[in-house]
C-alpha cells in the first residue's frame, strides 16, 4: 500500500481517480485546491505525488518546486491537458519523475504511480555514499556534485543519470535502461530528453577532461574517470 498526495480540482474525475486508487490498497488525500497542498504534504508524508498542472491558487509546476525544496525523493506525476514540449520540460524542470497528458485511462495512471514506487524503493535500497569521480566528489542523497572550485546543485533527474552512469566505471549502460530505469519509457520524446540531460552533465563535469561520458552510438553510454 502506498500513500499517495493527489490533487486535482475537477470534482468528477478527482472522485474516480481517488476510487479508484483506493480500491487497490493505496491511502490517497485528495486536495482540489493548490493552496493547501504543502500543508498538507507536510502532514500526511506521501510516498509519491500526483499534481494536476492547472489548479486554483497555486499551480502544479510551483508545487513541485515547493515539494523539492523539503523532499529530494518523494516521486512527482505530472498531470496535464497541455501538449507543447516546453510545458513538459518545464514539468521535469520542476521536480517531476513524470507526466502523463489528460485524458488518461486509469491502467496508465496506475502502472505510472507504480513504476515510480518501484524506483523509489530500489533506490533506498541502494547504499549511497559520496562518490568520488576524478576531482569532483558527488552526493545521490544531496543531489550534489562538488570540486574545490564549485558545487552544483542537480536536479533529481540529473542525480539519477549520474548516479547510473557513474556507479560502474568504464561499464557500458544502455540507453534504453536509462530511459525505463529513470523515465519508465524509451519514447522518443524521452530519448531526446535523455540527450539534453547527458549534455548538461558534460557541462558540469567539464572541469576534469579526465572525467568523460563516451556516447556509444545506437547503444548508449560509458562513463570513464
Known amino acids: ?6 490533487v486535482e480540482d475537477e470534482p468528477a474525475l478527482a472522485k474516480i481517480v481517488k476510487e479508484s486508487l483506493e480500491s487497490r ?9 493548490g493552496n493547501r497542498v504543502l500543508k498538507a504534504f507536510a502532514e500526511f508524508q506521501p510516498d509519491v505525488c500526483v499534481l494536476d498542472v492547472m489548479l486554483p491558487g497555486t499551480d502544479g509546476f510551483s508545487l513541485g518546486n515547493e515539494i523539492r525544496k523539503s523532499n529530494s525523493q518523494v516521486p512527482i506525476l505530472f498531470l496535464t491537458a497541455k501538449n507543447q ?7 521535469f524542470k520542476s521536480g517531476g519523475n513524470d507526466y502523463i497528458r489528460k485524458p488518461f485511462s486509469m491502467e496508465e495512471l496506475l ?3 507504480q513504476n515510480l514506487l518501484n524506483l523509489a524503493i530500489a533506490s533506498q535500497t541502494i547504499h549511497h555514499e559520496d ?14 556534485l562538488r570540486s574545490d572550485r564549485q558545487t552544483h546543485q ?6 539519477q543519470l549520474l548516479d547510473l552512469l557513474s556507479a560502474k566505471p568504464g561499464a557500458i549502460v544502455s540507453r534504453k535502461d536509462i530511459l525505463l530505469q529513470i523515465w519508465g519509457d524509451d ?7 535523455l540527450d539534453v540531460y547527458i549534455k548538461k552533465l558534460r557541462n558540469y563535469l567539464e572541469e576534469d577532461p579526465s572525467v568523460q561520458i563516451i556516447t556509444l552510438r545506437g547503444v548508449g553510454y560509458r562513463m570513464v574517470f
Do not use: C
Open 187 to 193: 519514447s522518443f520524446f524521452n530519448s531526446r530528453t
Open 25 to 33: 490498497g493505496h491511502a490517497v488525500l485528495h486536495v482540489p485546491d
Open 154 to 159: 542537480l536536479s533529481h533527474r540529473e542525480s
Open 1 to 6: 500500500m502506498a500513500r499517495i498526495l493527489y
Open 111 to 113: 502502472v505510472r504511480i
Open 131 to 144: 562518490r568520488p569521480i576524478g576531482k569532483f566528489s558527488f552526493s545521490p542523497v544531496q543531489q550534489l
Open 85 to 91: 514540449t516546453a510545458d513538459v520540460l518545464k514539468g
